[in-house]
């Protein structure tokens, strides 16, 4: 419900901003619909799009059940997809289901080992893990770089800054049409951790100590050591996401292998809540926004307007459940009293 | 804005309240209160806490609207909107949690949100030098407010008031923060702006200070004004305790005595540090026996929040040892600790004791969730199960208990909390403040539980500020002031006034000893 009314404002607005601009509105939503979900291509173009997204997305949202602020999911993406790439150089002739499963563990190895010197500054000395996390994408990148420019840099390259191709059997395979594989390990692990922290009684002290670090100190959890944990964690969802879009998508290491996954993962689970649960269907829509968004762009659209109104359809569509959750209040006190969703 | 006072002025009233009445859901604050402050005087406003005392505050600075009531300020009736309204007005508040930016200067501290468009520092600081100069506020302009320490933060508040040029000063609580050389420093300065024509409101519940800064005093007693502009040089604190405590005998009878055991509860020289890393309070001994409870009485802030977190395992002693049933605790965590039969009810409910975000069933379980796992899991029916117990067997009234905790009224809160707590039949409960802020039938219910717990066997420590309650239900109190413990009584001779002086003022127990 909140859903429709807010996807009908966001439509609304971006009529008037692409009638403003001189496009017609009716051709350019029907080929981002077109674009990102008219066909199984496009669902598969989507979907492809939407498995990075939703693992940067829970990466953020795991360590923000617990009030923590994981903003190196960009870093540690591409510190997973370095390690997944390092296997794949040294492994290139073992068979392929042992190569790729060796691949995605070390991407997140090297996701989560990004994530230790924050997590641990964090636990033991309190350092803001937002500080920490963030400057620690800017050494991912500049290693990426380092590595693409020079050691790894593809002979054949025609001096492009790029590693060379993975071997065939160090790629995903396909599910149909372009869809790889990835799309039921990001569902597997974005089951799995929303499982864990619903059921679990580890999920239960990460609610807790989210929730409030004062009760949770009051029952005996460990904070510093939970701390330490989740960031790892979140990092290592991350590093795997870095795996998978390198195994799945990029089929080669670049310096633009995370694409900006990490910082839209944030956006991702804020509109998620925080909840892992929440994720698989935000990463959906966030995907398809940006293909179909993507698309339009051929049709003369300029890509600043373009993201306007990528950005219109997210909050509006998600925006809406948000905001449903809470009753205005008219009588001159500033207090809106949360009320759980009813839909 | 009002000139220096001329001779034939000088006995106006720069603030008349009259009348005020303001309730809020629940709660009356204010039940028809007077104030009059004459105009170059210092006006202690007295009470004890929940008296009302912030609320009257927050109505003359322009925070709160009330209900009705009238309020002239130099004699001009005025109806405050917002704060702004009432600095305009020439009154302005300094608030007990400072409103500074730390990595701003003094200055710009000072001038912020009334600064002019364009900010010429170097006029600025000189105006906020000459001010401070002027009543021996002494601070340096330049400096930023991160190297100040907290008794200098308070003046950069107060020169904020006096920058606007304010009349009349609402200070709450100013001294909570101070060193005692400060405290006395904090005088001179009122006295200048008092000799200045300017009119002072102290908020405080501590006598002895008090009787040393103010001109006057205003009482206030369950949100109505018991005593009015009582002239501080004729009114000794005897007076003044006697009016803020009240004498009202105790209502309910004295539950009969059960027979102590042995000693399940032993502090030893315990000592512990604040959240500023200041001393809150220092070689506290005492032992609470099986059936019995103690009760430690005290005005808010002297130490005893701190006191019941050393005891449940929150905070670390910086000194002494904690014996519990003949076993040393001192260095057992939270959790071992409750496992061993020590239930801890926290002053902050919501917050502490229960977790805001998470449902009901979630926050029943929290001390047992370990004991209802399947493998990683929990098991949701066995939590469900045993919330239902908690719910049915200690009344808490609820509608989903897999909804919110947040949709609980105060009472039901309480009594989640105090059931999760007692349903193991501890060996020793600590509740602090547990019947605050509860209504007539909460108060009931969970007094009911604590003399149970007694009557079972447990040591039961009760933290209150109310004193009532404690000569009702305790059977030793002990008094805390100042990190220390004053004194112990014997709550079924004890007088009121006696407890109550004790916990007002140092000086009048060490005279009477």
Not at chain 1, 323 to 343: M, N, Q, T, V
Not at chain 2, 55 to 79: C, F, K, W
Not at chain 2, 309 to 326: F, H, N, Q
Request: net charge neutral.
């Amino acid at each position: 419900m909140a859903f429709g009314i807010g996807l009908a404002i966001a439509l609304f607005l971006g009529t008037l901003l692409l009638l403003g601009a001189g496009h017609d509105p009716l051709r350019i939503y029907s080929r981002m619909f077109e674009a990102s979900l008219g066909d199984p291509d496009a669902w598969a173009i989507t979907l492809n799009r939407a498995v990075p997204l939703g693992l940067a997305g829970l990466a953020v949202a795991i360590a923000g059940s617990m009030g923590l602020w994981n903003i190196g999911a960009e870093g540690q993406i591409m510190a997973g997809a370095i390690a997944a790439a390092w296997v794949a150089r040294i492994g290139g002739d073992w068979p392929g289901f042992a190569l790729i499963t060796a691949m995605l563990i070390a991407a997140i190895g090297g996701g989560g080992l990004l994530a230790v010197g924050p997590a641990v500054a964090r636990a033991k000395l309190g350092v803001n893990e937002i500080i920490t996390t963030l400057m620690l994408n800017e050494v991912a990148i500049r290693l990426v770089q380092w590595l693409v420019h020079g050691p790894w840099k593809d002979p054949d390259s025609f001096n492009f800054p790029l590693a060379p191709m993975l071997p065939d059997q160090a790629r995903l395979p396909t599910l149909f049409s372009r869809a790889h594989f990835g799309l039921l390990i990001a569902a597997a692990v974005i089951v799995m951790a929303s499982v864990a922290v619903r059921y679990t009684a580890w999920g239960y002290e990460l609610r807790i100590a989210g929730s409030s670090g004062a009760t949770a100190r009051y029952s005996g959890i460990s904070l510093p050591k939970k701390v330490l944990t989740v960031l790892v964690l979140s990092g290592a969802v991350a590093g795997l996401a870095g795996g998978v879009e390198l195994a799945g998508t990029a089929d080669r290491l670049t310096e633009t292998i995370s694409n900006g996954f990490g910082f839209a993962g944030i956006i991702v689970a804020a509109l998620a809540l925080m909840r892992p649960s929440g994720v698989a269907a935000v990463a959906l829509l966030f995907g398809a926004v940006q293909i179909g968004g993507q698309s339009i762009q051929t049709l003369g659209v300029s890509s600043s307007v373009s993201t306007i109104l990528q950005a219109f359809v997210l909050f509006g569509a998600i925006g809406a459940g948000v905001f449903s959750r809470y009753r205005l209040s008219l009588d001159g006190g500033s207090h809106s009293i949360p009320e759980k969703a009813k839909s | 804005m009002t000139q220096t006072s001329t001779p034939g002025e000088e006995a106006q009233l720069s603030v008349e309240l009259a009348g005020i009445w303001k309730t809020f859901p629940g709660v009356v604050a204010n039940a028809g209160v007077d104030l009059a402050v004459r105009r170059g005087s210092i006006h202690a406003l007295l009470g004890e806490n929940g008296a009302g005392k912030s609320t009257l505050m927050n109505i003359l600075a322009g925070v709160y609207r009330p209900d009705s009531g009238e309020l002239r300020i130099q004699g001009l009736q005025h109806q405050f909107r917002n704060p702004a309204d009432a600095l305009s007005a020439g009154v302005g508040m300094v608030h007990q949690e400072f409103r500074l930016i730390p990595s701003f200067s003094v200055a710009e501290n000072v001038v912020l949100g009334a600064a002019p468009s364009v900010i010429k520092t170097r006029q600025i600081e000189r105006d906020v030098a000459a001010i401070s100069h002027k009543f021996g506020l002494k601070v340096e302009p330049s400096q930023p407010l991160w190297q100040l320490s907290m008794g200098e933060r308070q003046k950069v508040e107060i020169l904020k008031v006096l920058w606007r040029d304010a009349q009349v000063l609402i200070l709450d609580e100013p001294t909570t923060v101070l060193t005692p050389s400060e405290v006395d420093e904090l005088g001179d300065i009122l006295r200048r702006m008092a000799n200045d024509g300017r009119s002072i409101v102290f908020i405080s519940h501590k006598l002895h200070e008090v009787s040393g800064i103010c001109d006057e005093a205003t009482v206030l007693r369950q949100g109505k004004t018991v005593a009015g502009s009582l002239d501080m040089a004729t009114t000794d604190s005897d007076e003044l305790a006697h009016h803020m405590v009240g004498t009202s005998p105790a209502i309910a009878t004295r539950p009969e005595a059960a027979t102590p055991g042995r000693p399940l509860l032993e502090l030893r020289n315990l000592s512990a540090d604040g959240d500023r890393g200041v001393c809150a309070f220092s070689d506290v001994n005492f032992k609470i026996n099986s059936g019995e409870i103690v009760g430690v009485a005290g005005v808010a802030g002297n130490g005893q929040r701190e006191l019941a977190d050393v005891i449940a395992g929150l905070r670390s002693p910086s000194k002494g040892t904690l014996m519990m049933d003949g076993t040393d605790i001192t260095a057992a965590s939270p959790r071992r600790r409750f496992q061993s039969g020590l239930a801890y009810i926290p002053e902050d409910r919501l917050g502490v004791g229960l977790a805001p975000r998470l449902s009901i069933t979630d926050n029943a379980i929290l001390r047992v969730y370990r004991q209802q796992r399947r493998g990683l899991f929990i098991l949701a029916e066995k939590a469900m199960a045993y919330c239902s117990e908690i719910v049915s067997r200690f009344g808490v009234r609820s509608g989903d208990l897999n909804g919110p905790i947040a949709t609980l009224s105060g009472g039901n809160l309480q009594r989640l909390l105090v059931g999760r707590e007692l349903d193991g039949e501890p060996s020793v409960v600590v509740a602090s403040q547990p019947t605050r802020g509860l209504d007539v039938q909460g108060v009931k219910a969970i007094q009911d539980l604590l003399l149970d717990q007694r009557n079972r066997g447990a040591a039961v420590l009760m933290i209150s500020e109310d004193l009532d309650e404690l000569l009702t239900l305790t059977d030793r109190l002990l008094v805390m002031e100042g990190g220390i413990i004053r004194a112990e009584f014997d709550p079924g001779t004890a007088s009121r006034h006696e407890v109550g002086m004790a916990m007002l003022s140092h000086a009048q127990v060490t005279a009477q000893s």
